[in-house]
């Protein structure tokens, strides 16, 4: 069964059940400087978990493509990727326990036909903070689960809340809840006693693949430190389609799945070595065929490579793929790397649709790339012949002045008869910590706890400010001017628009003085729910339409904005989640800082706040 199979019928049987398909979140979310990616299906979720309503009511499901950098380095593995694509399910205060697991078995067993004999559960096995969950286990027996399948786990298994935190160490406010997960069995895969003498669902020896997770998210942590019950009972459930398509197979290795079968074997074409042959190589197939799918579904949002935040990411992304193809071999070059890639056309719609600016944008940092590549090649050989040790320094400073991965570094000193010490990669681990301290200390806006108070003031400030910038280019250099990105964090705003040429000086000065202008006039900003239909007739500026659901809110600015919605008043008009201020003199006032260029008909615009 392919993914697009499994991924229609998980839709539709949730919808035939009373859910409304939502369209999933971009992988960079506008707004929420607390996360680099989106990481999950619930994250746009968390305000109707606490309980505000959802305009598209209690039960929703959709898929999820979401992005995960902290597991890059367990990509070469036959299981974890950098980018998965969730299918996920909710209730918001709906229906509960047994409704989600009896469905989700459902699903499993009668809808795409797992053989319930090689599914296990898990539940959690209470402790003194939150009790033994014995109301999943009764269920699970009574759809028919036999008790030898069902499991009970201490919170480091069966407890979920963002970034893996545990009860003790969740921030005040946090949400999070007991779960129960469904592994699949490969029977044929022998217990590894490297992990353990007695192998069990949770085993991490490959023999049991995790495939979905119910989340019972019923609790909030409070100030005094304490759990207390949400106001309603939620389910989050989140089953990873890869990792679904792949047990179906009865193969444990996710990169034998259609997404990455039309990858590798162009890989194989052009390297004349067959997956599967060598362990060594099958690594570096690996690595190349995950990280372009993230690289391409990134470049697909707009996102370009460079040397912060998502830009970053990426550039290391497709760095490293480019890294790998030199490892195994090959004669591709960067300037035809996206050749290996446009099998991905197949499977997502939006880097078909986008496939002209990824080619060109995925060539061009690949070939740059390789110019590093031999720039860091020739200076490590010629220190290499000249006697000279490479220590943690100097294999940092390769890395950061010439994009040289410590990977290639180690194994050009291995097969010189040289050895990198632990020392010398725990000094050069020690080197990069203060680079990403550094790096994360002027990122102002990322933090694992939340946001600061006068961070999450401006943000909202920004916000707005973000509108008023792209009603005044609009109003300056014409109505063909479309937004094609933002991003916002504490100290600036960054937009991203449709325009040939960089701004003139004097378009800079008309533009920044329009949004200053309006912020002067002290204009009203009100929000209206509507149909996406309604929007658009409205004239709601919706670049963005598919990322939209049913139901959205349709931001304005405008003397007349609130009563008079219709009446075409409004200085800016567009599809919006929020937050923003509620007047634009609250803004203060905004001095656009900085242009760029960014691609084919791209720019860039950085503004900052004036105090």
């Not at 039960?59 to 950098?82: C, K, P, T």
């Not at 490969?186 to 995790?210: I, M, T, Y």
């Not at 040939?500 to 004097?506: E, G, S, Y």
């Not at 599809?575 to 007047?583: D, F, S």
Request: proline letters at 3%; charged letters at 25%.
């Amino acid at each position: 069964m392919t993914t697009k199979e499994i991924r229609e019928k998980y839709i539709k049987f949730f919808t035939d059940r009373g859910h409304v398909e939502t369209v999933p979140s971009p992988l960079v979310l506008e707004n929420d400087p607390t996360t680099l990616f989106t990481s999950s299906g619930m994250q746009q979720m968390i305000p109707y978990l606490k309980g505000e309503k959802h305009p598209l009511g209690t039960r929703l499901v959709d898929s999820q493509l979401s992005i995960r950098m902290q597991d890059l380095d367990e990509v070469a593995d036959n299981r974890h990727l950098s980018s998965f694509e969730m299918l996920g399910n909710w209730s918001f205060g709906d229906y509960f326990k047994e409704d989600q697991l009896s469905w989700v078995w459902e699903f499993l067993t009668k809808e795409i036909g797992f053989d319930k004999e090689k599914l296990y559960v898990s539940v959690f096995e209470g402790n003194d903070i939150v009790p033994k969950d014995t109301e999943s286990y009764e269920i699970w027996k009574k759809i028919g689960v036999n008790d030898t399948h069902i499991h009970y786990y201490d919170l480091k298994k069966n407890w979920w809340a963002r970034n893996g935190m545990l009860p003790t160490n969740m921030p005040s406010g946090e949400i999070g809840g007991t779960t129960s997960e469904i592994f699949y069995d490969f029977e044929e895969v022998s217990h590894n006693p490297e992990f353990g003498s007695f192998c069990h669902p949770n085993c991490d020896c490959g023999k049991f693949l995790e495939i979905g997770n119910s989340v019972f998210m019923c609790y909030k942590k409070e100030e005094y430190g304490g759990l207390v019950a949400l106001p309603q009972k939620n389910v989050d459930f989140g089953g990873g389609l890869e990792r679904i398509a792949a047990a179906l197979n009865n193969d444990p290795d996710v990169f034998q799945i259609d997404m990455f079968t039309g990858i590798i074997k162009k890989i194989e074409t052009e390297i004349g070595v067959n997956y599967g042959t060598d362990s060594k190589k099958d690594r570096d197939f690996r690595i190349v065929a995950d990280h372009l799918r993230t690289s391409c579904s990134l470049l697909a949002e707009g996102i370009l490579p460079g040397n912060k935040l998502h830009g970053y990411a990426l550039r290391r992304l497709i760095r490293r793929a480019m890294f790998h193809i030199h490892l195994l071999g090959s004669g591709i070059s960067g300037s035809s790397v996206s050749h290996i890639a446009e099998d991905l056309r197949n499977h997502y719609p939006s880097v078909d649709k986008n496939w002209s600016f990824i080619e060109e944008n995925l060539n061009l940092e690949a070939t740059r790339f390789e110019s590093a590549l031999k720039r860091g090649l020739a200076k490590l050989t010629h220190a290499v012949s000249d006697g000279i040790k490479i220590d943690g320094k100097v294999a940092f400073d390769l890395y950061q002045n010439d994009g040289f991965p410590l990977e290639l570094t180690m194994e050009i000193l291995s097969q010189n008869g040289m050895n990198f010490s632990t020392e010398e990669k725990n000094l050069f681990e020690s080197e990069f910590e203060k680079h990403k301290e550094n790096s994360r200390s002027m990122s102002a806006g990322i933090f694992k706890g939340g946001l600061e108070n006068k961070s999450d003031e401006n943000i909202t400030k920004l916000h707005t400010a973000t509108h008023l910038l792209h009603a005044a280019l609009r109003k300056i250099l014409g109505e063909h001017v479309g937004q094609k990105g933002s991003h916002i964090t504490g100290e600036r705003l960054r937009f991203d628009f449709s325009y040939p040429q960089k701004l003139t000086d004097d378009e800079i000065k008309k533009v920044e003085s329009l949004v200053n202008e309006k912020i002067k006039e002290d204009l009203t900003v009100t929000f209206s729910e509507m149909s996406l239909d309604e929007a658009i007739k409205i004239g709601a500026l919706h670049f963005f339409a598919e990322k939209y659901g049913e139901r959205v809110k349709v931001y304005s600015i405008g003397p007349k904005a609130g009563p008079e919605i219709n009446s075409g008043r409004a200085f800016s008009r567009e599809i919006c989640g929020g937050p923003h201020v509620t007047h634009t003199k609250d803004v203060g006032g905004v001095n656009i800082i900085k242009q760029e260029k960014i691609g084919a008909g791209i720019v860039r615009l950085y503004a900052s706040l004036i105090n």
